[in-house]
């Protein structure tokens, strides 16, 4: 797999059926390893090792429905009250992060009401904090880190 822009993590990986499978720490069971989950998974480990959000307030590729149809998000990190604090989408680094990609994010965002929206292909990353009132997002260098 291509090197991404994130730091080295210690992956788990197996081969089977002549694939190669890689151990998700938050579903706790290997999955393919394909293009965008291999951003997913990079993404899952900034949040877990390098931004401290608890392995047990983060969910990775659940159901959702948007205008009564069914749609799946990459991550989600959850607040301890259950509101939602991030969420997350997950390209593969061969797709361009484009306004397209910022809409997809932003009619999920309209269902999950998180503070704040990542969108990341592993080689660019864009944080956004909410703004519901006015209805905007506004662009961050950085998402905060976990606190209590």
């Known amino acids: 797999m291509q090197s991404l822009d994130f730091p080295p993590y210690g992956f788990r990986f197996k081969n089977s059926e002549n694939k190669i499978w890689i151990f998700d720490i938050i579903r706790k069971k290997f999955v393919v ?5 291999w951003v997913r998974q990079h993404v899952v480990r900034f949040l877990v090792e390098d931004k401290k959000y608890p392995s047990s307030h983060i969910n990775v590729e659940k159901q959702l429905t948007v205008n009564g149809l069914k749609k799946r998000y990459d991550i989600v990190v959850f607040n301890p009250d259950g509101s939602v604090k991030v969420l997350v989408e997950c390209k593969s ?23 704040y929206l990542m969108v990341s292909n592993g080689l660019e990353h864009f944080y ?13 260098e950085r998402i905060p880190d976990f606190s209590r």
């Open 33 to 37: 390893l394909q293009p965008e989950e």
């Open 93 to 115: 680094p061969q797709i361009t992060v484009s306004q397209t990609t910022f809409d997809q994010i932003a009619r999920y965002n309209m269902q999950m009401k998180a503070e």
């Open 128 to 140: 956004c904090q909410m703004d519901f009132e006015n209805e905007k997002y506004t662009f961050l």
